[in-house]
């Protein structure tokens, strides 16, 4: 029981590591109309979830689960540097770091000591972060996914709720719609080859690219 309580705290929304200051280019994507509804909002995440999370993001977590639980620290950074270079604008990448190095100074204080091999990988992305504490509290592999795959949706479905603008109710029933999805994600991330790690999402790296540059923003970049 209590690994989940750390689990749901590890997710929560009042973690202070900047989940909700962000919206990875569906801010631009909104106002140049891509995105304008309840059912374009869920096309654009679904498709998300399907080629960046299963394909990059849960894999990589799967790997960092693993080698920080062997201790294999070489390894670990090979796959922090894979997922910060395959953030493809600028705004994301800050945005990787910012969240782990937002991680790096909140774990010790949760009981999670970082030494000279792990501070440097939970420095440079929030995956390690989740992995890290993850191991440290014993969470299972398939819930810490997830998980994580719920606090990305939760964050994603609140900005488009905030830009586009929905009602709460829409976003909640949004949010039951695209869950559906997740035990897929996760089944395709678990058996997803290391050589095939990597994402394909063209539209939101363009709106990631415009958004760095778009006049009225709300979210950071």
């Not at 200051?21 to 498709?47: F, M, N, P, R």
């Not at 030494?115 to 972060?129: C, D, G, I, K, R």
């Amino acid at each position: 029981m209590l690994t989940d309580l750390r689990l749901y705290q590890l997710i929560s929304p009042s973690l202070p590591v900047g989940a909700f200051t962000y919206s990875q280019g569906l801010e631009w994507a909104i106002e140049k109309g891509w995105v304008k509804d309840e059912q374009s909002l869920a096309l654009w995440l679904t498709s998300q979830m399907q080629d960046s999370l299963a394909t990059l993001e849960i894999p990589i977590l799967i790997q960092l689960h693993h080698l920080l639980g062997v201790q294999s620290y070489e390894k670990a950074q090979y796959w922090c540097d894979f997922i910060v270079a395959s953030r493809e604008t600028k705004e994301l990448r800050i945005e990787e770091r910012q969240r782990g190095a937002a991680f790096a100074k909140l774990l010790p204080q949760l009981g999670i000591d970082l030494s000279e091999h792990t501070f440097p990988l939970v420095n440079q992305t929030q995956v390690a972060a989740f992995a890290l504490a993850a191991e440290k509290w014993e969470i299972p592999l398939v819930k810490l996914c997830s998980a994580y795959t719920w606090s990305w949706l939760e964050n994603a479905v609140m900005a488009g709720v905030k830009l586009i603008p929905l009602g709460q109710t829409a976003g909640q029933k949004l949010l039951i719609d695209l869950t559906k999805f997740v035990p897929e994600v996760i089944e395709k991330s678990m058996i997803w080859p290391c050589d095939r790690i990597g994402s394909f999402t063209p539209a939101q790296v363009i709106a990631s690219c415009q958004h760095e540059t778009q006049y009225t923003r709300l979210f950071r970049s």
